[in-house]
């Protein structure tokens, strides 16, 4: 149980004095108000305890507990291997990188964005056209209920910002590219050396307009810092926004996430969320279906192993009619990792003729792995179609007699058959070097599994 | 080549297989029939290696080896085939993705180079022939969404791959219509040769007028019953199995 105590609350608070008076304020004044409103929220409503019932199987007091300074942009030495592993090269036609939430104009490339379309830092983009952020900014993803938003919104700095104008396709997917590269050396060896940044990031669809967003979080070396992120993504009508989340942080970092996805009239909506690093993982993921219409995909993976704690929580709500919603997660936990799934489909009495389908599929590969899984159905409206589901299982034993009946020996017909159940969410990836990458990791990951495995 | 003495098996607390007793030689074929829940299948896949059924007595010869002693894998890297009464699906994995790391983990334990990806292919389009395998069905997730027939011949094609010395058939010919039963049986009948041997577990006599078998074995209750030639599937198609059981029931106390 989590309590959160006034001197923890306080240092943030301190800190946030501190930040204002380093410059925070030379931004734009209506930024200045919203962080203070955030940052006020955050001190009513402290750190959460599992006595929430949304933080119920996530305990966040390592990181209440631990005392972390605003990161730097400090670009080391394992940088370049890192950039060159996690590039999406010339797939991409823009990709920016940040570091520890910096924006790096000289590691970011803008190949050859179309017509009109934007990507760029954010902080520079509320300086120097602040009509395409301020509608948005903090607009969506509310920092009333959600203390790690309110502290991201108290202490945003930069981020990506992408707009693609009416009408505009971009056939490329922009990649946004987060590395953490915290000093080495164990926090609790020596105190006082664990980051923390604030990646704030605004993607904004225009009406019948179409882009593919890929958002990667990558650690640089194993250290304990902590991502707290925040995406908004608005599509606008007839919008077409294909998004993928690459979590791959280091083993002993925190990643917090929060993605608000605001969704017009027939716009299509396709995320996939895919998990594999971190040691305590959580992600909100919330889109609002606020027009008639819409399709809404959310795809998950994830694959934890060790002690790594792994938690999504996704909703979406159903606000106007004739709008489907397909919601498939699959996670894969061995060790003794920990999974939490919760989805919860809200359909407001408005929206009848909804569609909602959402599945939650686990596979426990030890006997000390284990999963929470939750899915939700709250239903305002009574003409709707509405279904919902989730498995927990082992390995099938005669899928893997029948494997080992074919010669196949017994750690490769589990890894197989591991990597056939993670195949599915792969195979929907639809960027090619995303797609390789993740195939790549799940081999490589699966390899690593069956070593481990036998040594008892 | 095999060779069963007195072998015991059972499931949990219920003993299955109560002392069967049968010896293969290379080239011949025998089919073993009876009733359901006679143990035809236990015994398929008791000489498979199959964890979940406990040998209890007995012991099996194969090519001068100790089977029962081998994991299910060194079985079939030993010659061993089983084709299953009901395949299973593997969503994700193509047929020919895991026949390949199959045909690999049995060449490299017989001491033979391993395929590469070309080799492969050729030999795999040259054993599609035996059973009329369309290369489609065998780039698809391994037997998902696959028909009944499409997936017992996904089987015979599996084994011509393999290429073992001893294939067990577990009800082959169940489900299957006569059409789909006869391109499995001359998938079969292609394979047989003097350097193997053939087990063809089947409830009914129909398969055995496309597969003639060399000899024919009945099992009750756990046991081999009745031994003989051809005859005896037409003899046992002709009168069920009832008068079968009445005539063991007589015999039993002397068995016994």
């Known amino acids: ?107 970011s490339s803008l ?44 202490f945003m700095k930069d981020g990506a910002f992408v707009y693609v104008p009416k009408g505009q396709v971009v056939e490329l997917p922009i990649h946004l590219l987060f590395f953490s590269t915290a000093p080495v050396g164990l926090a609790h060896e020596r105190p006082g050396t664990a980051v923390v940044s604030y990646p704030r990031n605004l993607i904004v669809a225009d009406d019948g307009s179409q882009a593919m967003i890929v958002e990667s979080y990558v650690g640089v070396g194993t250290n304990v810092y902590l991502t707290n992120t925040v995406t908004e993504i608005v599509g606008g009508k007839n919008a077409v926004i294909d998004y993928y989340k690459l979590q791959r942080e280091s083993e002993e970092a925190f990643h917090i996430a929060t993605v608000q996805a605001h969704l017009d009239r027939s716009s299509n909506f396709s995320s996939h969320s895919i998990d594999l690093g971190g040691a305590l993982v959580r992600n909100d993921l919330n889109a609002t279906l606020d027009g008639e219409g819409i399709e809404c995909t959310l795809d998950g993976l994830y694959m934890v192993t060790g002690r790594q704690h792994v938690d999504n929580h996704t909703r979406i709500d159903h606000v106007k009619p004739h709008c489907s919603s397909r919601e498939l997660y699959k996670g894969l936990l061995d060790g003794k990792s920990r999974g ?113 495995e036998d040594t008892p | 080549m095999l060779e069963i003495r007195n072998l015991h098996a059972k499931v949990g607390n219920t003993e299955i297989l109560r002392g069967i007793d049968l010896t293969v030689h290379a080239g011949e074929v025998h089919a073993v029939m009876g009733p359901n829940g006679s143990g035809k299948s236990t015994l398929a896949h008791v000489l498979a290696g199959r964890e979940s059924y406990e040998v209890t007595a007995g012991e099996v010869i194969y090519e001068g080896k100790d089977l029962l002693k081998m994991p299910p894998e060194e079985r079939a890297r030993e010659g061993v085939f089983l084709a299953f009464q009901y395949p299973v699906e593997i969503p994700g994995v193509s047929t020919t993705y895991f026949l390949k790391a199959g045909v690999n983990a049995i060449r490299k334990h017989r001491g033979l180079e391993e395929l590469d990806a070309i080799d ?32 017992k011949r996904n089987e015979i094609f599996q084994m011509g791959v393999l290429d073992p010395k001893l294939a067990i058939l577990d009800e082959t010919d169940s489900g299957l219509d006569i059409d789909a039963l006869k391109i499995v049986a001359n998938g079969v009948n292609a ?17 055995l007028n496309y597969i003639i078998p060399d000899y024919v074995h009945v099992i009750f209750d756990g046991r081999i019953v009745k031994s003989g030639g051809k005859a ?12 079968l059981k009445a005539e063991v029931e007589v015999a039993q106390p002397t068995i016994a």
């Open chain 1, 1 to 107: 149980m989590v309590v959160t105590s006034s001197k923890e609350l306080d240092t943030y608070l301190s800190d946030f004095e501190l930040f204002e008076k380093n410059g925070a304020t030379k931004g734009p004044s209506w930024i200045h108000q919203i962080r203070k409103a955030a940052i006020s929220r955050f001190s009513e409503l402290g750190f959460p305890t599992t006595r929430l019932e949304e933080w119920k199987y996530t305990n966040v007091a390592p990181i209440a507990k631990t005392r972390f300074k605003r990161a730097e942009c400090e670009v080391n030495g394992l940088m370049a291997e890192a950039l060159a592993r996690a590039t999406l090269g010339e797939s991409a036609c823009a990709q920016l990188v940040f570091v520890n939430g910096h924006f790096s104009r000289e590691l």
């Open chain 1, 111 to 154: 190949r050859s964005l179309p017509e009109g379309v934007k990507a760029g830092s954010l902080a520079a983009a509320w300086g120097s056209d602040p009509a395409s952020i301020e509608p948005h900014l903090a607009r969506h993803a509310s920092y009333h209920d959600h203390a790690f938003v309110a502290l991201n919104t108290a």
């Open chain 1, 340 to 452: 939490v799934f919760n989805g919860k489909i809200y359909v407001h009495k408005a929206a009848q003729k909804t569609d909602a389908k959402q599945t939650n599929k686990n596979l426990l590969l030890s006997e000390g792995a284990t999963i929470n899984t939750k899915p939700q159905l709250e239903i305002y409206a009574d003409d709707v179609k509405c279904t919902h589901g989730s498995t927990i299982g082992q390995l099938d034993q005669n899928a893997v007699f029948y494997l080992r009946s074919r010669g196949l020996d017994l750690a490769t017909a589990r890894n197989l058959l591991t990597y056939a159940f993670a195949s599915e969410m792969v195979g929907r990836i639809k960027v090619e070097p995303v797609r390789a990458q993740i195939e790549n990791l799940l081999v490589t990951r699966l390899q690593h599994g069956s070593r481990a």
């Open chain 2, 120 to 151: 492969f292919l050729a030999m795999v389009k040259e054993k599609m022939k035996l059973v009329e395998m369309d290369q489609a069905l065998i780039n698809r997730p391994l037997n998902e969404g696959f028909s009944g027939g499409e997936k």
């Open chain 2, 191 to 207: 394979f047989r040769s003097p350097a193997r041997a053939m087990l063809v577990i089947t409830h009914y006599q129909r398969l």
């Open chain 2, 232 to 243: 005896l599937a037409l003899e046992l198609e002709e009168k069920g199995y009832d008068w």
